[in-house]
């Protein structure tokens, strides 16, 4: 039972981690690009906490990147663990390792979203 909440652990670690890249970094970017810019000077307005979160953008994206990496080996290395063999406890293995699985690709959704966002759009702007 303890291997299946620190599944789920790292796996809601892994989401709060890649969603704080883009609260810190996508989001105004993403207003900006839409022309809502008044909506980003209220947002910084009411939580001035972002301006300092954006000034440490790149260790942030680099920190998530090396969670969401490691979370991966992690993720990838369980898959050759073998499940018990009673067929409830199995199930729950199966059902953990597929939820964890479906969390990790979540998180590295948003985690490209905020990098794309970040990184790569403004180039091209």
Do not use: H, W
């Not at 839409?34 to 920190?63: D, M």
């Amino acid at each position: 039972m303890s291997v299946k909440k620190e599944s789920s652990k790292l796996g809601i670690f892994t989401l709060l981690v890649s969603t704080s890249t883009l609260i810190c970094c996508a989001l105004p970017a993403l207003f900006v690009l839409l022309g809502a810019g008044a909506t980003l000077a209220s947002l910084v307005n009411t939580f001035p906490e972002l301006i300092i979160i954006s000034q440490y953008k790149i260790q942030i994206s680099l920190f998530t990147l090396v969670i969401l990496v490691a979370a991966g080996v992690l993720i990838k290395r369980a898959e050759t663990l073998p499940c018990p063999v009673d067929p409830d406890l199995r199930y729950i293995c199966l059902k953990t390792r597929r939820n964890n699985k479906f969390v990790y690709f979540i998180s590295v959704g948003i985690f490209l979203f905020a990098s794309i966002f970040t990184y790569i759009l403004p180039i091209y702007l």
